[in-house]
C-alpha cells in the first residue's frame, strides 16, 4: 500500500525517498515574500532525512517544538548529524535561474565570511554552483534537488519540463556545510515555515 503524499501548497512529497538509504520527510515548508500585504510564494520545500538522525540530537529528548525552532544549537546538530540527506525544492512561481544561484551565492558567502572560512577554494566552488544556475529557467513545477551523502559533499540536480537532467558536484565542505545552512540554519534560515515544521516533527520523534 503506497503511503499517503504530503500535500505542501498544491505540490506533492512523497513520505519517503531513497538515495542509498531510505530517507523520511521530516519537514516542510516554503519560501515566500509579501509585498504589498499579498504573499507571493516562490519554493515549496521537502527535507528527508535517515531517520537514524534522532541518535545524534538526544541532548534535545525533552525539549518542545518551540524551545527546539528557537535553539539553533539544535540546527548545527542537525547539520553536522553524519547521515545522509536531501533537499526538495519545487518553484511555485517562475523566476530566473540566476534569481535563485545569487540568493544561494549571497547566503553562503555570508555565511563563511562570518566564521572566516571565505577563502580562495571556496569562491571557485562557490562560483560554479552560481554558474549552474545561471543558465536555467525555473518554470512551475521545476525540480531543484540538493543531496547530501556525506557532510563534504553536495550532488544538486535540476530538472524541468522538456529538457534532461542537469546535475553539478560541490565538494568543498565549507560551502556545503553553508548550502545546508540556508535550509537548515534556524534562526537564519531560509524557510521559517520550514524550521517549525522540523522543529515540529523532531520534538515527536524526540519524545517516543
Same mark, same amino acid.
Not at 95 to 102: E, R, T
Not at 188 to 192: C, D, K, M
Given at each position: 500500500m503506497a503511503s499517503e503524499m504530503v500535500m505542501v501548497d498544491d505540490v506533492a512529497f512523497?513520505?519517503?525517498l531513497t538515495l542509498t538509504k531510505p530517507l523520511a520527510l521530516l519537514g516542510t515548508g516554503i519560501t515566500d515574500i509579501e509585498i504589498h500585504f499579498l504573499q507571493i510564494k #516562490?519554493?515549496?520545500i521537502g527535507i528527508y532525512m535517515e531517520k537514524d538522525v534522532i541518535a545524534h540530537l538526544s541532548s534535545w529528548k525533552t525539549k518542545n517544538a518551540t524551545e527546539i525552532a528557537d535553539d539553533d544549537t539544535f540546527f548545527e546538530a542537525l547539520v553536522s548529524a553524519p547521515v545522509e540527506k536531501l533537499f526538495r525544492v519545487v518553484v511555485i512561481k517562475e $523566476?530566473?535561474?540566476?534569481? #535563485?544561484?545569487?540568493q544561494l551565492e549571497?547566503?553562503?558567502r555570508d555565511r563563511l565570511a562570518a566564521v572566516d572560512k571565505y577563502e580562495e577554494e571556496e569562491e571557485e566552488a562557490l562560483e560554479k554552483v552560481t554558474d549552474f544556475?545561471?543558465?536555467k529557467y525555473f518554470k512551475k513545477d521545476?525540480? $531543484?534537488t540538493f543531496s547530501f551523502p556525506t557532510s563534504s559533499k553536495a550532488e544538486i540536480s535540476f530538472v524541468t519540463e522538456g529538457k534532461p537532467e542537469a546535475k553539478h558536484t560541490v565538494e568543498n565542505a565549507n560551502v556545503v556545510e553553508m548550502i545546508q545552512k540556508w535550509y537548515l540554519g534556524g534562526s537564519?534560515?531560509?524557510?521559517?515555515t520550514t524550521v517549525k515544521s522540523l522543529a515540529e516533527k523532531f520534538a515527536a520523534l524526540l519524545a517516543q
Open positions: 512523497a513520505p519517503e #516562490y519554493n515549496a $523566476i530566473k535561474g540566476s534569481q #535563485y544561484g545569487v549571497s547566503s553562503v544556475f545561471q543558465t521545476s525540480v $531543484i537564519r534560515a531560509v524557510s521559517p
